[in-house]
């Protein structure tokens, strides 16, 4: 229907908008001209919408979604920016699938730490690719990944983003058993 040609072209037209937005900040990034704009900001609300944008993607890779999240978790941040390291792990997770097209997202506070946990059931990352996960350019040389697309830049954007917010990022993975990568942001009580 015609319908269905419409969501197509939108979600298409969507994605390529996002990789030119990636390859657009990297390149700031790596001037050191990229502006945050900081503000206290819910956390849950930019997990929700991230999956909104991601809605597409999953729905024409057939991947399945579970969230565990809490209310009320604020951030001192720039809001545009989290939803961006939220997408490119989320597109990493549908990139990188296995059979096992699963994706789960949680959200839970540790010491004065809000933490996001995004976690796949996909090809998992070697150990020696884990050591470079986060630099730009470097793609996995693991005959499953070598299909994919991309520019290899996303991970390198989400550590950078995760600096600029003074958090942290942590990846855990085993070659085909999947990835863990936990988010860690400082937990913001003002508004801005």
């Given at each position: 229907s015609t319908n269905e040609y419409l969501d197509i072209i939108e979600g298409e037209s969507d994605r390529l908008s996002r990789l030119i937005n990636n390859v657009l900040n990297f390149a700031k990034m790596e001037n050191g001209i990229k502006e945050y704009s900081f503000c206290r900001t819910d956390l849950n609300v930019c997990i929700e919408a991230a999956l909104k944008v991601m809605e597409y993607q999953f729905n024409i890779e057939n991947f399945k979604t579970e969230k565990f999240l809490q209310k009320e978790?604020?951030?001192?941040?720039?809001?545009?920016?989290?939803?961006?390291?939220?997408?490119?792990?989320?597109?990493?997770?549908?990139?990188?699938?296995?059979?096992?097209?699963?994706?789960?997202?949680?959200?839970?506070?540790?010491?004065?730490?809000?933490?996001?946990?995004?976690?796949?059931?996909?090809?998992?990352?070697?150990?020696?690719?884990?050591?470079?996960?986060?630099?730009?350019?470097?793609?996995?040389?693991?005959?499953?990944?070598?299909?994919?697309?991309?520019?290899?830049?996303?991970?390198?954007?989400?550590?950078?983003?995760?600096?600029?917010?003074?958090?942290?990022?942590?990846?855990?993975?085993?070659?085909?058993?999947?990835?863990?990568?936990?988010?860690?942001f400082r937990l913001e009580s003002t508004p801005c």
């Open positions: 978790i604020f951030i001192f941040a720039d809001k545009d920016s989290v939803i961006e390291v939220l997408l490119n792990l989320f597109s990493n997770s549908v990139k990188y699938c296995s059979n096992k097209k699963i994706i789960r997202v949680s959200l839970n506070t540790e010491n004065e730490f809000a933490v996001v946990t995004i976690e796949d059931e996909g090809i998992g990352i070697s150990e020696d690719d884990l050591k470079n996960v986060f630099r730009p350019f470097v793609r996995s040389k693991d005959s499953n990944a070598m299909h994919t697309g991309g520019a290899g830049i996303g991970l390198s954007i989400v550590k950078n983003i995760m600096d600029s917010h003074k958090g942290k990022i942590k990846v855990e993975s085993k070659l085909g058993k999947g990835s863990k990568f936990y988010l860690y």
